[in-house]
């Protein structure tokens, strides 16, 4: 993408994307466990979320976002609020009759009389959780504001923490788990960079493989033979980084991520023809390389060995985690409250030495912690979601490109949404932030007729 506006220097723009990518490092470094893992670490997060949206609204008045992201920010807005209104004082009858409040009624009852009551059954959870949805909306917003040469670069920063995570998860996983740990973590035979979840390790690298993909393809752009042998070496380094994870999910969204990366190569190269007779040699050639690794490899057998579904421990807890949402539907419990609703309402026949956390779906836990509110606004999400992709597609060059890579970005994070809860750490946070503004133009770009 290029503009008359392309080569001048807005005011602040340099000071909004150090922003931008200042956050994206921190984020990266420190925000990958949870709340639950180094709380303080998650606080730095949420203070430097907060310095952003306040650099942001101090030069406000210099710059003009995408008028499409409006209902967007909105919506953000709500999602933040939705936790504050959780923590509101109701008239104690009132919240004392909103459905599966028994227990804790009973429990209440032995404190005397109570005149007021939030409807969270942990307001302390509740604040938390409303505290760690700041840095996302300010990676959304910062993104937003970010012109065209800064969100390359902070894609830029993306991809070289993703690779620095790529080295800490080769150390961990040679070292069997004695170095570069910086959680204690069950998952410890296993990459996890710097999360303390191998599953979001994987996710992480491969939204980044995605981005990357995208990013370093561009149709007319050739490069020298060296440079060409670099950029596949960088494709391939992300892919290791997911496969050393040993994360079952990781593989599947890989291998659904395949066609994707192959259209994103294909279409940056100029004049690329199909001859197919090459494209299944090529595919066979790709798919032998597979079952080789999948066969010799230690970490790869160990990511097959975890295929055994019928044992997965999902398979035993979803069921009173579908169970719980229907108890406190469809006022929910409060966000940031499943660990300690859930161990309330699990079976005693389910009880062993894991405590579940979270409920490994985040759209049944927003059921539980969020009821009817938290579902219409994912709802809200999806119907924009699909509206503005399709927006997207009408576009043309890089704002295009790049826009689709981060669209299926966000359909990774959702589709491993369902089986795990990647948005609860920081990180992953952050990096939806940033796919979502990348779906609409960069605020320089407004400021002049934009050629592509």
């Given at each position: ?94 919240a004392a009759g909103l459905p599966g409040r028994e227990l ?93 979840n191998r599953n979001h390790h994987s996710l992480f690298m ?122 406190f539907w469809p006022a929910g419990t409060g966000i940031g ?116």
């Amino acid at each position: 993408m290029s503009s008359r506006d392309t080569d001048s220097r807005a005011p602040n723009e340099a000071l909004v994307g150090w922003s931008a990518i200042a956050l994206i490092v921190l984020a990266v470094l420190i925000g990958g466990g949870g709340a639950s893992a180094l709380p303080h670490l998650d606080a730095a997060c949420q203070f430097a979320g907060f310095v952003v949206i306040a650099l942001l609204v101090a030069t406000g008045g210099q710059w003009r976002i995408d008028p499409a992201a409006r209902a967007w920010l909105v919506l953000a807005a709500l999602a933040f609020l939705l936790p504050l209104a959780q923590l509101l004082p109701l008239p104690a009858g009132f919240a004392a009759g909103l459905p599966g409040r028994e227990l804790a009624n009973d429990i209440r009852a032995q404190a005397g009389p109570q005149g007021y009551l939030p409807l969270t059954l942990d307001p302390d959870q509740t604040i938390i959780s409303a505290l760690s949805l700041v840095p996302g909306i300010a990676a959304f917003a910062v993104t937003l504001r970010c012109s065209a040469r800064w969100r390359r670069r902070a894609l830029t920063a993306w991809i070289a923490m993703a690779m620095l995570a790529f080295v800490v998860g080769g150390l961990q996983v040679a070292s069997s788990g004695t170095f570069a740990e910086i959680y204690d973590t069950p998952h410890r035979l296993a990459a996890t960079g710097f999360f303390a979840n191998r599953n979001h390790h994987s996710l992480f690298m491969l939204v980044v493989l995605v981005l990357a993909t995208a990013a370093i393809f561009v149709r007319g752009r050739r490069e020298e033979p060296a440079l060409e042998v670099l950029r596949y070496a960088l494709l391939l380094g992300l892919a290791a980084g997911i496969l050393i994870a040993a994360s079952r999910a990781g593989l599947l969204l890989l291998l659904v991520s395949f066609p994707v990366l192959f259209l994103l190569i294909g279409r940056g190269n100029i004049g690329l023809k199909v001859n197919w007779r090459h494209a299944a040699g090529g595919a066979f050639a790709v798919m032998f390389a597979l079952v080789v690794f999948l066969s010799l490899n230690p970490v790869a057998r160990q990511v097959l060995d975890r295929f055994t579904f019928g044992q997965d421990a999902r398979l035993q807890f979803w069921p009173d985690v579908v169970y719980t949402a229907r108890r406190f539907w469809p006022a929910g419990t409060g966000i940031g409250t499943f660990p300690s609703v859930y161990a309330t309402q699990e079976r005693l026949g389910a009880i062993d030495e894991y405590r579940v956390n979270h409920a490994h779906n985040d759209y049944l836990e927003l059921a539980i912690e969020g009821g009817i509110a938290a579902i219409a606004l994912v709802a809200v999400f999806i119907a924009l979601f699909l509206l503005r992709l399709k927006a997207v597609a009408g576009l043309s060059g890089e704002m295009r490109r790049m826009a689709l890579a981060a669209g299926f970005g966000i359909v990774l994070i959702m589709a491993h949404s369902l089986v795990d809860y990647p948005l609860r750490a920081i990180t992953m946070m952050v990096m939806f932030g940033f796919l979502a503004g990348l779906l609409f133009r960069p605020a320089q770009a407004l400021r002049g007729r934009e050629t592509t």
